[in-house]
């Protein structure tokens, strides 16, 4: 990324975080105000949340761009037990949202927990999910993009101009007209066997499920790369798939006009193998 470090200008406060979850958000915090704060949205499945280093990563992050405190890893995991201890949730696989407000000069950041299911369904996974691009280019020079901030209307209004024209997920390609990812997933393609996904400098969100399924691509020996990628790379691919915490690996079947067979569990694609990897790796 060349974009500037806006953090640099923004006091980094020292205020505790408050340790409660607390719903009553005062109207002065910033997250009500802007929009500003930071989000993680954490799969939590029978024994328990997934991956929470990599989201406490992503989280520590963006309260360094955004000039905010964190508690240390250990406190953090701590107030996310006791939540799920404490309080009633749905039946694994289940959503954690962990918000971390922006507070104020006189407020305290605040964290916020709240427990939703998850949507997708067998038939999702078994059939694929259609994906359009979208006409908006994303900015790969916002500094939003490498960030999960709580500023999400315009992931949320593309997802929404996709979803109206039938499709479950729309791809955005960044103002050189390279592929980005999805508004609220990364994006894999498969050609001759070998991985591709854009790089995160075409301003993609650095996904926790997108590094992870990296990393057991390269160990299952599957060619990974990692670069710049148009429309017609990714219609002219074998296999589509999205990424995100709580879809894990979702087959596409469609991209635009351009309609892709989803293979059978039993196949030999490389989406099912890694989305069996990568369900090994969560449990
Ligand atoms: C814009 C965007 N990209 C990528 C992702 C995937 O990130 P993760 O795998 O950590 O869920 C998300 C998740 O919500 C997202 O909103």
Redesign the pocket.
Known sequence: MTSKDYSQNLPVRNHPIQNQPIQDLPIQDRLVLFGYGLFE?IRVEEHGPTCLERHYQ?MQQGTLRLGLDMPHFSDWQKLIHFYLDENPTPTPPYALRLTLSGGSSELPSRILFHTRTISYTPAHYAHGVGVNFLSAPRNEFSPLCSL?TTNYLE?ILAREVAQRAGFFEGLWCNTQGFLA??????LFFVQAGELHTPSLSCG??P????ELVLELAASLGITVHEGKFTRSDVQQADEVFL????MGVMPVNQVGEIRFPVATETGSSLTHKLKKALLIALT
């Open positions: 949205t992503r999960k992931n990812e999805g508004t609220m997933s990364n993609c969100l996904g926790t499920r997108r990424t995100n915490a709580l």
